[in-house]
């Protein structure tokens, strides 16, 4: 099945600089790559997404890449804010099972 | 409109007790979804319901985990004798469902979460 590796666990930038969340997946089938965020108390929730035909994606201040050879995906956030900090999650899944397999999450600290 | 609502929010129980989570998917979703998350941890993937469809039970991590859906609609997880490594947020999500029957490319929304204590 479906793996999701995600890194770093941990990030901390200083506010107005760019902060990048990457990941790997390892089944070829994979077509369809969303991001979530979850503040503190809350359920994840989807911020971006990108399909298997599209190498890049932009909205505002985040966009993702994707490098279908490699199995990596990214996620960029520029002039980062305070209320940028949160738990990220990454995902991947596929026709094959309907199955979103999520990456273990990276916690990004914006510091003042 | 309204969103994921899962209850209770917050559930302390004693090792061997059972407990049942109830999540109310968005209306007119019939894709629904449970998650664990454990402290510090991501989504744990449990079981995922279709439609009519059977489920798919293959995250579930023991027999004492099962869930039920109703009417196509509400659905209930269900713990029985609970272990103190069952403590984690259990989140429940629901999507829509495209044309071929499959929920890829479609957002998932995801409840508040339950909080489980087993002490």
């Known amino acids: 099945g479906e793996n999701v590796e995600q890194h770093p666990s941990t990030l901390s930038v200083q506010e107005g600089d760019s902060a990048v969340i990457k990941c790997t997946y390892s089944?070829?089938?994979?077509?369809?790559f969303p991001w979530y965020k979850q503040e503190l108390g809350k359920g994840p929730q989807l911020i971006i997404d990108i399909r298997s035909n599209v190498g890049e994606k932009k909205d505002q201040r985040i966009a993702v890449t994707l490098n279908k050879t490699a199995k990596h995906f990214s996620l960029h956030i520029t002039e980062t804010q305070p209320e940028d900090s949160a738990v990220y999650f990454c995902a991947a899944s596929s026709h094959r099972d309907d199955k979103i397999i999520f990456g273990k999450g990276t916690r990004l600290h914006i510091l003042p | 409109g309204a969103g994921v609502s899962q209850s209770p929010s917050n559930k302390v129980t004693e090792k061997g007790k059972d407990v049942e989570l109830r999540c109310d998917p968005i209306?007119?979703?019939?894709?629904l979804y449970w998650y664990r998350q454990s402290l510090g941890q991501g989504l744990e993937f449990l079981i995922y319901?279709?439609?009519?469809?059977?489920?798919?039970k293959s995250g579930l991590p023991s027999d004492r985990f099962s869930a039920e859906r109703t009417g196509g609609s509400v659905s209930t997880l269900t713990i029985q004798r609970t272990q103190q490594e069952d403590s984690a947020v259990y989140l429940c999500?629901?999507?829509?469902?495209?044309?071929?029957?499959?929920?890829?490319?479609?957002?998932?929304?995801f409840g508040p979460g339950t909080r489980l204590t087993v002490t």
């Open positions: 999500a629901s999507s829509l469902v495209g044309q071929g029957g499959t929920v890829v490319g479609y957002e998932q929304y």
């Open positions: 319901f279709q439609g009519n469809s059977a489920p798919d």
């Open positions: 089944d070829s089938a994979s077509n369809y």
């Open positions: 209306s007119g979703h019939t894709a």
